[in-house]
């Protein structure tokens, strides 16, 4: 069985060392970079399975690395940074990262969250009757987890696909945010709300909802979402 491949990127040798020591002593194959620089060529040349990338580097930081990887790449991304900051957390989601991690952590939280962001990031049997649902001008291929509006692909990211998928598996039933964050991120992640509403901007975004088209995504003020099918009248 072919083991999983990670990433760190970091300047800070001790922290380094740290991960490295836990991941491979749990069978993760475990390969550096001290700057952003050197770890998009790593990346470009050694497809790895999951990136832990720190924000503060010289050369290239973090921001940097992970805009320029969501540019070809979907490959999940755990963002790390010895600061506690609301904003760098929103920015680091805004980016298309995948968690964000603040130094100091433990060997159990740093496990939690790769197995987490792992989970969440590889395709799941769907239980649905249907391979494909049509709403209106959009197409949802859930044994090929493909998007499409009025015949275009949208390209979705994992994490965004999954949420997608929840909502249009429960058609016209409210889902809440605690239910939507146990569901796509994990039961760790229940109070991250923050997450859900970065991730359900970009989906939004990307399917054309509040743009003067159709609404696929109904938000239920205080409580949560709603996927609904559309009428003839308002396809």
Same mark, same amino acid.
């Given at each position: 069985?072919?083991?999983?491949?990670?990433?760190?990127?970091?300047?800070?040798?001790?922290?380094?060392?740290?991960?490295? =020591? $836990?991941?491979?002593?749990?069978?993760?194959?475990?390969?550096? $970079?001290?700057?952003?620089?050197?770890?998009?060529?790593?990346?470009?040349?050694?497809?790895?399975?999951?990136?832990?990338?720190?924000?503060?580097?010289?050369?290239?930081?973090?921001?940097?690395?992970?805009?320029? +990887?969501?540019?070809?790449?979907?490959?999940?991304?755990?963002? +790390?940074?010895?600061?506690?900051?609301?904003?760098?957390?929103?920015?680091?989601?805004?980016?298309?990262?995948?968690?964000?991690?603040?130094?100091?952590?433990?060997?159990?939280?740093?496990?939690?969250?790769?197995?987490?962001?792992?989970?969440?990031?590889? $395709?799941?049997?769907?239980?649905?009757?249907?391979?494909?649902? +049509?709403?209106?001008?959009?197409?949802?291929?859930?044994?090929?987890?493909?998007?499409?509006?009025?015949?275009?692909?949208?390209?979705?990211?994992?994490?965004?696909?999954?949420?997608?998928?929840?909502?249009?598996?429960?058609?016209?039933?409210?889902?809440?945010?605690?239910?939507?964050?146990?569901?796509?991120?994990?039961?760790?992640?229940?109070?991250?709300?923050?997450?859900?509403?970065?991730?359900?901007?970009?989906?939004? =975004?990307? +399917?054309?909802?509040?743009?003067?088209?159709?609404?696929?995504?109904?938000?239920?003020?205080?409580?949560?979402?709603?996927?609904?099918?559309?009428?003839?009248?308002?396809?």
């Amino acid at each position: 069985m072919r083991k999983t491949r990670v990433l760190v990127v970091d300047d800070e040798l001790s922290i380094v060392r740290f991960v490295r =020591s $836990a991941l491979t002593g749990r069978d993760y194959v475990v390969f550096t $970079a001290k700057d952003g620089a050197a770890a998009l060529q790593l990346i470009e040349k050694d497809l790895p399975d999951l990136i832990i990338l720190d924000i503060n580097m010289p050369v290239m930081d973090g921001f940097e690395v992970c805009r320029r +990887l969501r540019g070809w790449s979907q490959i999940p991304i755990i963002m +790390l940074s010895a600061r506690a900051d609301e904003d760098d957390k929103v920015k680091c989601l805004n980016l298309g990262a995948d968690d964000y991690l603040t130094k100091p952590f433990g060997t159990e939280e740093l496990f939690a969250r790769v197995r987490a962001v792992l989970r969440r990031t590889e $395709a799941v049997p769907v239980p649905f009757v249907r391979p494909v649902l +049509l709403n209106g001008r959009l197409e949802i291929n859930f044994a090929e987890r493909r998007v499409a509006v009025g015949g275009e692909e949208v390209k979705l990211t994992s994490t965004e696909f999954n949420l997608l998928q929840e909502l249009a598996l429960n058609v016209n039933k409210v889902l809440t945010h605690k239910i939507l964050l146990q569901k796509v991120w994990g039961p760790e992640y229940e109070g991250e709300r923050e997450y859900l509403h970065v991730y359900m901007r970009h989906l939004r =975004s990307k +399917l054309g909802d509040g743009s003067g088209g159709p609404d696929y995504i109904v938000t239920i003020p205080g409580v949560g979402y709603r996927f609904q099918m559309l009428s003839a009248a308002g396809e």
